[in-house]
Structures are given as structure tokens and as C-alpha cells.
């Protein structure tokens, strides 16, 4: 990955997730001119199937509806047909696909509603 994680940490764009003291997740959130880009998230292994995961995504939405985005996107890999699958079932829906760097990305897109931001820093 060649993103410069100093600068998105340093401009408050990074967010974790603690699971029993420890960090298990991450979420990048990249303010755009018209929405909010998911630009980023992850959950380790150990912990997958928690709701991690969807705690992170609850925050982005809410973080983009509190900043006053109407909407928020993100893309992934048309390989990863199970996140695809989830992003849909959340109420994401495919806007395009594109070939960009060698790889075939589904872009994705939620509508928002205006709600208070919840905090994703602890969990048990």
C-alpha cells in the first residue's frame, strides 16, 4: 500500500477499534466534495465475527452524516464477493465498476440520514 498513513493519522482521518484493550480494526475516512469516501477498513482475523466490523461501518456513516454529507461511497475488489454481499445487505448499492491500477473495483454508495456519531474506540 503506498497510502501515507502519517498524514491521514495526523489530519484525523484514521480510527480504530479496541477489542479487550487491544487495537483489532481500522477505518480510513476520506472527506470528498460531495461524500464521504470509506476509503479503508479492516478487522483481524481473530476477532472477525464480532460485529467489529459493522461497528466500524456504523461510524463512518454516522462520522459522514455528522459532517453533513448526504451520502458516503467506497470501492472494493470485484473479487471480494463477500464484502460486496455485506455492503449490500447494509443498504450500500453499486453505482459502477472499473478497471483502475491493474484492478476491477465495484464503486458503492449509501444515502445517509442525519444521526449522532457513536465512538468505535472499545468493545467487549
Known amino acids: 500500500m503506498l497510502d501515507d498513513y502519517a498524514s491521514l493519522i495526523r489530519d484525523g482521518r484514521v480510527h480504530v477499534i479496541e477489542h479487550d484493550g487491544i487495537v483489532q480494526g481500522v477505518l480510513v475516512l476520506i472527506p ?3 461524500a464521504m469516501l470509506l476509503d479503508n477498513i479492516a478487522v483481524s482475523p481473530a476477532v472477525q465475527g464480532l460485529g467489529l466490523g459493522r461497528i466500524l461501518l456504523t ?13 458516503i461511497r467506497l470501492y ?16 450500500y448499492s453499486e453505482t459502477h465498476r472499473a478497471e483502475e491500477k491493474g484492478l476491477r473495483r465495484v464503486y458503492m454508495s449509501k444515502p445517509l440520514a442525519r444521526e449522532a456519531c457513536p465512538n468505535p474506540r472499545q468493545t467487549r
Open 32 to 34: 470528498q466534495e460531495d
Open 76 to 91: 472494493t475488489n470485484e473479487a471480494m464477493t463477500e464484502n460486496i454481499a455485506l455492503y449490500t445487505r447494509v443498504g
Open 59 to 71: 461510524f463512518a456513516e454516522a462520522t459522514a452524516a455528522a459532517a453533513g454529507y448526504s451520502a
